[in-house]
């Protein structure tokens, strides 16, 4: 009995084994048939197949593709950089808006221009940031350019975004990388930042939230070496500027300098938002530990710009450079008027005066290219001499003097190349607001701009280049003005009929009008001689008057040569740690550094020397040879 309960159960496990068995027959079946309705691969793919495709994916991602172009396309409201590497001569250019009819297209491209080939390139990955404009970049010493901000709209421009990501660009590879902080400023466009060693300052910009526009008035520092944002706290009556946007923020040894902007305030009248041209100067001083980072007021002196907005001020030796902008007048709710600027003025840091720049006539240059080489070979010997009788001379053999002072004569007096010679012009760009202008070396490059007639805008297509030092005229690169020019020449012939009677009768009250114009301005032009120079040290006061003051006429490397050896000695007093080649290199800077500090004051002595009948080649003498005049 006991046997066949046992044979029993034997059977009974079989049958359910060959049940189990059965039932995962059709799950395999069902599920391969299921899998081959769903388009999936009966057999696993291989794992190396898998990886060489997510590498691919990779690649293609991060792929840079360069391409060189004549010019870069117009563009509204681009960031525009100089390349912060060394002995680098570059633009880097990323981003803008274009307008076709009604119609907006932001962009994305990154364009470079290499100054000293004179070359376009544009720059295209798949990892870049996203199309915008209204964005700030700054570049770090390091060789990184910081990216924060800016807007995008729909191509009616009935919806607004903006930006509040950051991005580093390696200014070597071109290649971006976008920083994922916990904590960061908010999105905003219009914001300004500048750099202080190792920290990058953001301040102010603006939101367009549909139905208003706010404006904003914190700070952030960002840490480059973390890659982290911080907001600046002040003390509660420490007193701070007004929200802004489109303002000016430059750095300097001690912070950064914040000028002008645009906000908007409340009226009396149903709180009604009323816009308003702000014009103030603050210094931003700057500390290690955020907490301890205060604003400062500055006073109003000099040659001051006239309120606007849409400028743009760069920095350039220690001073500010400040192009264009418009002003909008307020005269009735239908009908704003504006004028818009093309003005040059330049802002010193340390003295806090602004200074308004001419170009000046064009001078016939010299013919003959005089050999500076005895002359060059003959103040390095002197400077030899001084750091040898102060036993702070070195063993080192180089000429990097010699090839500094070499350099300065290739850019006073540039060797014929193979490259495209470009028209320069007498006078300064056509006005307009909102160009982007960066300072390479001792140039101002001024790129596209707005300009409006009327209810029109038009988007200038346009890049020019000043020499801050010569200021002898404006080269362009390209101009295209026609649609501009044609559209203003219509309007004017609208109205020349109907001012044409007008005019007439202004004409004969002018006439009266004249002869007492002419009295008053011969009694102003005896007033004015009148004074004595003390009026032109007033104007431009000098802070260190013991060191030496350029010539009329006189460059950087002419001005070096007759005076490195003071410079030298300076140098040796303050810089007691440095030797040899560095000391050379502390009184090199000294020495750029007093030039332009004094070159408004020197223009203005030029500007007097050819309105006295005009100057022809600058003779320099030659102290080697003795000669008796009588």
């Given amino acids: 009995m006991a046997k066949k309960d046992k044979k029993s159960k034997e059977a009974k496990k079989a049958r359910t084994a060959e049940k189990q068995k059965k039932h995962l027959s059709k799950a395999e079946s069902k599920n391969k048939k299921l ?55 570059e633009l880097i250019m990323f981003g803008g808006e274009s307008m076709e009819g009604k119609t907006s297209h932001f962009h994305n491209e990154l364009f470079t221009y290499s100054i000293d080939n004179d070359t376009w390139r544009k720059i295209t990955s ?27 709209s729909s191509p009616k421009q009935s919806t607004f975004y903006h930006y509040g990501d950051t991005w580093i660009l390696d200014c070597d590879t071109k290649e971006w990388e976008k920083v994922h902080a916990k904590k960061s400023p908010s999105p905003r466009s219009g914001h300004r930042m500048a750099v202080w060693k190792n920290h990058i300052i953001l301040h102010g910009g603006f939101r367009d939230l549909g139905n208003s526009t706010s404006y904003l008035d914190d700070m952030w520092i960002f840490d480059i070496t973390e890659f982290k944002w911080y907001q600046v706290e002040f ?26 902007g645009y906000t908007t305030i409340k009226t009396k009248k149903k709180n009604i938002q009323k816009g308003k041209v702000l014009n103030d100067c603050w210094l931003i001083k700057m500390k290690s530990d955020s907490k301890g980072i205060r604003f400062e007021r500055r006073k109003k002196q000099g040659q001051l710009p006239s309120p606007r907005v849409g400028c743009s001020l760069v920095y350039h030796k220690n001073r500010g450079i400040l192009f264009g902008g418009v ?25 806090n005066r602004w200074y308004n720049l001419t170009l000046k006539p064009l001078r016939n240059k010299k013919k003959e290219v005089i050999k500076e080489k005895t002359r060059d070979e003959g103040l390095e ?35 014929d190349k193979e490259m495209k010679e470009y028209p320069m012009i007498k006078q300064l760009p056509h006005p307009r607001f909102n160009a982007t202008t960066c300072v390479v070396d001792d140039v101002l490059y001024i790129f596209g701009g707005i300009y409006e007639k009327g209810e029109r805008e038009y988007s200038l297509d346009s890049f020019y280049a000043i020499d801050l030092g010569r200021l002898d005229g404006t080269k362009v690169f390209w101009e295209d003005l026609t649609e501009l020019e044609k559209d203003v020449e219509n309007s004017d012939d609208e109205f020349d009929d109907e001012d044409g009677e007008e005019d007439e009768e202004e ?14 301005s011969e009694k102003e032009e005896e007033e004015e001689e009148e004074e004595d120079e003390n009026s032109l040290e007033a104007q431009y006061p000098d802070l260190t008057p013991w060191l030496p003051i350029p010539k009329p006429f006189e460059n950087l490397r002419q001005f070096y040569l007759r005076t490195g050896a003071d410079f030298l000695k300076w140098a040796m007093t303050g810089k007691n740690e440095l030797r040899g080649k560095y000391l050379k290199k502390a009184a090199f800077d000294l020495c750029e550094n007093r030039f332009w500090e004094r070159r408004e004051a020197v223009a203005v002595a030029e500007e007097d020397l050819e309105e006295l009948g005009g100057v022809g ?8 040879k003795t000669t008796k005049r009588r």
């Fill in 35 to 89: 899998a081959k309705k769903l388009g999936e691969e009966e057999e696993d793919e291989d794992i190396d197949t898998i990886l060489a495709q997510y590498a691919k994916e990779q690649e293609e991602f991060n792929e840079i593709k360069v391409e060189i172009i004549n010019k870069v396309p117009k563009r509204i409201n681009p960031a525009m950089v100089s390349n912060p590497a060394h002995n680098k001569r």
């Fill in 126 to 152: 798949k990892n870049s940031p996203l199309p915008r404009s209204s964005h700030t970049m700054c570049s770090h010493p390091s060789g990184i350019i910081l990216l924060f901000g800016g807007e995008f």
């Fill in 235 to 260: 003390p509660p009556n420490h007193p701070i500027p007004d929200a802004r946007s489109g303002h000016s923020l430059i750095s300097y040894a001690d912070g950064a300098v914040l000028y002008g």
């Fill in 327 to 351: 002003y909008d007048f307020d005269e009735s709710e239908e009908n704003l008027e504006s004028e818009f600027y093309n003005n040059l003025y330049s802002y010193h840091i340390d003295n």
């Fill in 381 to 415: 010997e002197i400077l030899n001499q001084i750091l040898k009788k102060a036993n702070l001379n070195d063993d080192d053999e180089d000429n990097e003097e010699i090839e500094k002072l070499k350099k300065l004569e290739e850019d006073e007096e540039p060797i």
């Fill in 507 to 520: 004409e004969e009250e002018e006439a009266q009008d004249e002869d007492e114009q002419e009295v008053e």
């Fill in 617 to 624: 080649d600058v003779i320099e003498k030659d102290l080697t």
